[in-house]
């Protein structure tokens, strides 16, 4: 079964760089059948994709976070990771990982538990 | 960008019901649409692709249909275990994928 968990710290100060890992099992990143991707949801609010990645390094980003945004995937470890610059409350949310399986179509098939995600000073 | 549009944003039904829960698109996209179900500390579950497609171990009475900018999901009788927050996404054109702000399916 496959499975997503993502990692980091909980907490940045405003200005300050998002890191997040997500650890894939029962799959391998190195698959050319699918990508990787991360979406968040701001506490009680909607669903906001972020962008994804392959496994040959080529990503897409939403242009609303493109500037701030870089994904990237480490095949040993079997994970992908994110990184958010310039960080404000407004990116306070829980952070999901997921894969996109894209002979179904880019959609979310398999998804993280989430982690939350707080901008503090 | 295309923006998704889901109504109403809360849907009260009973047990046993039957739920109706609309998603339009600001463009024709096809049948490119996938519906999500969300419950409360959970990451939402894939349900429909295709716009009428259910993913694995969904059950029947969860139903989609439409294409272009119109698209139903529909729970014919509705279980305690429905009562959750659903979002479609459309995956016809991007950057960005996007997602309906959810209607929420309460008792």
């Known amino acids: 079964q496959v499975q997503l968990q993502e990692s980091g710290p909980g907490l940045v100060k405003p200005s300050e760089t998002l890191s997040l890992t997500c650890t894939v099992s029962g799959a391998s990143v190195t698959s050319g059948s699918y990508y990787w991707s991360w979406i968040r949801q701001p506490p009680g609010k909607g669903l906001e994709w972020i962008g994804y990645i392959y496994y040959s390094g080529s990503t897409t980003y939403n242009p609303s976070l493109k500037s701030r945004v870089t994904i990237s995937i480490d095949t040993a470890k079997n994970q992908f990771s994110l990184k958010l610059s310039s960080a404000t409350a407004a990116d306070t949310a829980i952070y999901y990982c997921?894969?996109?399986?894209?002979?179904?179509?880019?959609?979310?098939?398999?998804w993280g538990q989430g982690t939350l995600f707080t901008v503090s000073s | 960008e295309i923006v998704m549009t889901q109504s109403p944003a809360t849907l009260s039904v009973s047990p046993g019901e039957r739920a109706t829960l609309s998603c339009r698109s600001s463009q024709d996209i096809n049948s490119n649409l996938a519906w999500y179900q969300q419950k409360p500390g959970q990451p939402p579950r894939l349900l429909i692709y295709?716009?009428?497609t259910r993913a694995t171990g969904i059950p029947a009475r969860f139903s989609g249909s439409g294409s272009g900018t119109e698209f139903t999901l529909t729970i014919s009788s509705l279980q305690s275990e429905d009562f959750a927050v659903y979002y479609c996404?459309?995956?016809?054109?991007?950057?960005?994928?996007?997602f309906g702000g959810g209607t929420k399916v309460e008792i």
């Open positions: 295709g716009a009428s």
């Open positions: 997921a894969r996109i399986a894209p002979h179904w179509g880019f959609l979310f098939d398999f």
């Open positions: 996404q459309q995956h016809n054109a991007w950057p960005p994928l996007t």
